[in-house]
Each structure stands twice: as structure tokens, then as C-alpha cells.
């Protein structure tokens, strides 16, 4: 008996594990030159996948295989390809609803014209300070100066 609640104790801290870990991307900031791929916690095997993409919108299916014994997390990758700027937002199935997470990340130009940093910004940040850079060549305000530019973003400025 001992045997069995070992194998018990095992798989459930082993889906625990799958449970808590987070779906995510890589690399982390993707350009519009950069591969994506997804990082997606699993226990056992993915025998399929299936990736279905509709503008910003990307459904992937996976199909469960075979288990290791006893089962072992790991990361396992779907490859999204390199994508065009834009904000991405992810549905993952696996199987019959086993496994439903959601995820949504940003891919930007790479070599823009212009460049915001930081491109992300916590909410409700406090008097964030925002830089704005261009190209010299590249005449942005029309008049060599933009002292009267005001940046609004989600209705701050």
C-alpha cells in the first residue's frame, strides 16, 4: 500500500506543478523579425497541435499523448512563427478542456521610424517618464522641434 500512495502522492504534486505554472511567451519583447514561440507547462506528451490564426487572434489545440510514469512537468514549445506587429492574444486548449489558458502579448517593428520606451507601462504608474527617439534624418515634428507634442496613452498624458 505504501507503493500506491507514493504514485498518488506523486501525480498530484506533479499536476500541481502543471497547474501553477504559466503559459508563456518567448522571447519575451518578439519583434516583427523575431520567431515566437509558445512556452506551454504540460505533464505528459503532446501527441498533435494545431495552430489557427485570424488576424491577431491565434487559437492552438493540442492533442494529449502519452504520459511519462511518473509524470514529469515540463515546457513543452509551439512554434508561432515570426508575426507582424501587432497585440497578439492566444487561445490554448488541450484536449477535452483538460487544459484552457489564455495569454496576450505584443510584437513590434523592428527598425521603427519611431521608438517609445518603455513600450509597456504598468497601470497606474505614477509619473512614468516616457522617451521618444527618431532617426536624424527623419524630420517627425515638421519643424525641427516638438516642444508643443503632448503623448497620451489609455487617457493619460
Known sequence: MPGLLRIILVVFVGSTAAANAAL??????P???TPVTLRVPLVCSAATESITRNGFDIQ?????GGCPSPPIHYPYEVNLGVLPPGRYNVDLREGI???HETISFLV???HPQVTVRPFVVPVGAPDF???VSWPEHFDLCG???CDDWIIEIGGAQ
Do not use: C, K, Y
Open 60 to 64: 492552438v489545440r493540442l492533442r494529449p
Open 129 to 131: 517618464n516616457i522617451q
Open 143 to 145: 519643424n525641427g522641434t
Open 108 to 110: 513590434v517593428q523592428d
Open 97 to 99: 478542456d483538460l487544459l
Open 31 to 33: 519583434t516583427s523579425t
Open 24 to 29: 508563456s511567451v518567448f522571447p519575451l519583447a
